[in-house]
């Protein structure tokens, strides 16, 4: 989230500005994601988030972390104030053990059944991933996580593919971090 004066909180509970920005490509934290069907010859829609959840046992507690994995299919922007909120709107792979498989030492996913209950997530959130088709059985994929990219790499590539430079944005928070918005549509 990029913001500019007040607090959170005080944006946040106005509520959102009645205008969304839907974008076909979005670089954060590293990874240069796109939607499904703005992709050229690469991968760039594949998702990954880490979750973690307390489960209450008899004998005490433990923390157990999950992974949820998708695709994207909108990237949209949404404005609180002066606070813009990034965020992906993907189709998950289902959740039981028939979805996600784990055989030697790779993750493998199967993108027949999906769980779309809860499509939305912030992008500061994401992990980008690819997936390679298993040839032995084509409704499963093998899971790879993508190397983070620099800024410098970032900026040349917008450089070189002409992107519109008004589009380009640098947000400084505590980090360097490039934020990158591709071809976007207003919605109203």
Known sequence: MSHSGGSDANVLALGPLPIAYE??????????????DSQKSTQGSGVKIEAQAVHLEKDGSELKKYAYYGIIEKILVIEYGNMKVPL???????????????????????????????????AEQAIQVFYSKEKANEHWSVVMQAPRRSALDDLEDVYNEEIDMSTLRIDIEGKFRVSVLLSFTTYV
């Open 23 to 36: 974008y076909k490509g979005y670089v954060i934290n590293g990874w240069r994601f796109c939607t499904k």
């Open 88 to 122: 992906f709107k993907c189709n998950w792979v289902g959740d039981s053990k028939n979805d996600i498989m784990h055989q030697d030492g790779l993750t493998l996913v199967n993108f027949r059944k999906q769980n779309n209950k809860d499509p939305y997530i912030l």
